[in-house]
């Protein structure tokens, strides 16, 4: 996706079965990872690069 690991973003990356997510965030002196486990339902995730977007804070916060 030619993005910058390092640029104080939040990056979210999910997995095949939809359930669980991971997010990465560089914090200037290492990474924080989250991870979080939907016990009802799945996440509508981009399948490509061309749906891969850049989400609001809120909707990031909504998130997690």
Same mark, same amino acid.
């Given at each position: 996706?030619?993005l910058d690991?390092?640029s104080?973003?939040?990056?979210?990356?999910?997995?095949?079965?939809? &359930?669980r997510?991971k997010?990465?965030?560089? &914090?200037g002196q290492?990474?924080?990872m989250?991870y979080?486990h939907?016990?009802?339902?799945?996440l509508?995730?981009?399948?490509?690069e061309d749906e891969?977007r850049?989400?609001s &804070?809120?909707q990031v916060?909504?998130?997690?």
């Amino acid at each position: 996706f030619n993005l910058d690991l390092f640029s104080g973003c939040v990056f979210l990356f999910c997995g095949s079965r939809r &359930d669980r997510f991971k997010a990465l965030y560089w &914090d200037g002196q290492g990474f924080w990872m989250l991870y979080k486990h939907f016990e009802n339902g799945k996440l509508a995730w981009p399948s490509n690069e061309d749906e891969a977007r850049e989400l609001s &804070d809120e909707q990031v916060m909504r998130l997690m």
